[in-house]
């Protein structure tokens, strides 16, 4: 039995961790809610619009020499060693026109649509993903929100908190997983109460 509860209790793990940050490890599900919220945000707020793809470049110099950038980007080379090898993003104009998409990264260039990616807003998000976030889950929008404040303003870090909350979508620290025991309690605690339901059936 011990063998079997142990087993469970590595898949719960895995689980948990799974959950605190979708996208990293599995499908990027929280996706579409994110941009809901986001497009939600940016109806509410007035956002920059840079003339050209020189001024994005710009500000995203004026990103890179920042303080919150250079503790971000610590913070992300903590959880992948890998990234110390990288540079700051590239911010190139897109090649072609998109209809769908205003922005895109492969986590080293950020290319913006010179129609519809001209925008602060934009910039960040496409920034947040090249600090290890390349999903759209619980991490990249605590980074997000990071961006935003430092870089657009506390009013606005507030509204785009309060969409995603309303969407319920997680933007604080992963929530620590059950121990062994908690956890133990808690799964026999279901099975009683099944098993009492059962009788009334
Ligand atoms: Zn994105």
Redesign the pocket.
Known sequence: MANYDSLQYATYLLKHEQKQNRGEKCKDSERLKTYRAEWMFQRQIDDTKFADIKEAQKFAKRVYKSKKWGKLWKASCENNMTRLLAGTPRVVAMQRRSKTMSGYTDGMTVSLCPISGLSKYTLL??LT?CLGHMH?GRSFRQTLLEMVGAFMGTAEKKILKNEFKRKGLAYGNARKPLTFNKWKAARDRMAKLREKNGKFK
């Open positions: 998000h496409e993903h759209h």
